[in-house]
């Protein structure tokens, strides 16, 4: 007597799922070191490990669901992943008294390059597929979940304007007609 199909057909499909998720963990880990550097060097520890932990969570999503979602991520982590850096840059000079006017300027340059970045691996992809909503939504959010890590050091203002330099970045380089169309 044999072990029923439907059986069969369960342990395959949660060693599948299982395999998915493994599969997923190497990428989602560089997220620590984002986030470890971001508790050490910014001084916001509860807001750098939720947005640390916000970030994993997005890119697990992305990457166990696969296909665009999971080119997006990885294009939208690495556009972030060097966002993070020039903020965090900025601690390393002298303030005078505490204030720091170069660190919201370094996360809206920030938010340019990563911005830039996302929309040109979006328009590159799009020469090539029709349909690229799914990507950029994934870039465009993980690379600002990351780039946020290093512009806590700016507080809210700088997140923002990371974020909203991003956003005026990107949209320009996707929207705009290609010269083969």
């Known amino acids: 007597m044999g072990v029923p199909d ?5 342990r395959a499909r949660a060693a599948y799922e299982r395999g998915r998720l493994q599969a997923t963990l190497p990428t989602v880990a560089l997220v620590l070191p984002l986030a470890a550097l971001s ?3 910014c001084g916001r520890a ?5 947005g640390g932990a916000l970030l994993a969570a997005v890119l697990l999503g992305a990457l166990w669901r696969g296909q ?3 080119r997006g991520a990885r294009a939208g982590l690495a556009a972030g992943a060097g966002a993070v850096v020039l903020p965090m840059a ?3 000079h002298l303030c005078a008294g505490g204030v720091c006017l170069m660190a919201p ?3 809206i340059a920030s938010g340019l390059v990563g911005g830039a970045v996302v929309g040109l691996l979006a328009r590159r992809r799009a020469a090539t597929e029709p349909h690229t909503g799914a990507y ?3 870039a465009v959010v993980v690379a600002a979940l990351a780039a946020s890590l290093g512009c806590l050091i700016a507080g809210l203002g700088g997140v923002v304007g990371m974020t909203a330099a991003m956003s005026a970045t990107v949209a320009p380089v996707v929207l705009w007609p290609s010269r083969a169309a």
Not at 6 to 10: K, P, Q, S, T, W
């Open 105 to 107: 300027s370094a996360c």
């Open 6 to 10: 439907r059986v069969l057909a369960e």
């Open 68 to 70: 665009e979602l999971a």
């Open 90 to 92: 900025t601690c390393f």
């Open 136 to 138: 950029l939504g994934a």
């Open 46 to 50: 509860l807001a750098s490990a939720t």
């Open 39 to 41: 508790i050490a060097i």
